[in-house]
Each structure stands twice: as C-alpha cells, then as structure tokens.
C-alpha cells in the first residue's frame, strides 16, 4: 500500500476525539475529525455516512470467465500490452478503465480494419437497459471486494455503491465511478 501522510493534530487534542483508524460512528464524530484534520482540508472533504452493507458474493467460476472474456483478459485479440490480472486490488479496481476493444468479430473478419476501443466502464454502461444492467461493473466490483487484502472500509464502499438505490443505469454508473 502506498504510504500515507499524516494529518497535522493540534496541539490539544480533543478528549472525544477518535482514534486513528477508527470509523465515525455518528456525525458528532465526524466533526471531532474535524477538529483533528486541518480545518483547510475538513472544508473539503465532506464525507458522507455510510450505513451497513450487506457483503458482496464472491463469484463463480462462470462469472469469472465472464469477467475476463468482458474486459479481454488473456483475449487473443487483445490490442493491449498490459493484458492480466494485477497484484493488488486496486490496480483491478481500476480494470473499469480499460480499453476493450468493441468490433473484435470485425476484425476476425477484416484483420486489416481499426480496432474500435471503447473504456470499459462505458461500454457496459452503453449496453445497460436499467440501473440493474451493470452486471460487468457489478461482476468487478464483486471480484475486488473479495480479493485478499482489500481494506475493509473499501469493500463497504463497493458494496455500497451496489446496495444503493438508483433510478437508472446512469445513475447507477455514477455511484460506481464515485467509489471508485
């Protein structure tokens, strides 16, 4: 994991005040952090409260294969040099960017033609009829959450960006990118 840097704290410390790593339990300790991150900073940064999640289902062995045949992975028509799974989980969970290429049976046809390359992210939002139709994004998401060492806070941030309610695919695309 990259390094951090670490907040300013003042001087006095609040007596409230939670400790480093802890998770705001109401907004009351939201605003403690406040007190402890530079004011600069906590003017920014507003966060919002996440409730409880339920946890994401791992997947199968057919949604995996699905997963990599959507983003090309290990594709004989991939036109990407960086072609895998990455070691950690956030360089996946940064797969929702990646170039695939949308006319590979043109081009099984035509090998001459352009490869057309569409962000993945787009791509499925492009094909979803409803805010339920992200099943790429979802089957990602689902894939990061349950990797060894993801964070815990990012795993309900996933999930929350799954569980929330949303009115349609663009909507529900937003919440994505927002926690990614």
């Known amino acids: 994991a990259p390094p951090t840097a670490a907040a300013p704290v003042p001087a006095t410390a609040p007596a409230a005040a939670p400790s480093a790593g802890s998770v705001p339990a109401s907004t009351n300790d939201i605003q403690d952090y406040c007190t402890i991150i530079h004011p600069s900073i906590a003017e920014i940064i507003k966060l919002e409260e996440i409730p409880a999640v339920q946890p994401l289902e791992s997947l199968t062995m057919r949604d995996m294969a699905e997963l990599e045949a959507a983003l ?88 929350y960006s799954l569980q929330r309610p949303a009115e349609s695919a663009a909507q529900r695309l937003e919440l994505i990118v927002e926690a990614t």
């Open 72 to 159: 090309q992975i290990g594709d004989t028509y991939n036109y990407n040099d960086d072609d895998g799974w990455k070691p950690d989980w956030g360089g996946n969970l940064q797969l929702y960017e990646k170039e695939v290429v949308v006319n590979k049976g043109y081009l099984i046809n035509q090998p001459n033609a352009k490869p057309v390359r569409i962000k993945y992210c787009d791509w499925v939002a492009s094909c979803a009829h409803d805010s339920n139709g992200l099943r790429g994004l979802e089957l990602l998401l689902r894939f990061v959450y349950n990797m060894k060492g993801t964070p815990a806070m990012a795993k309900k941030i996933l999930a």
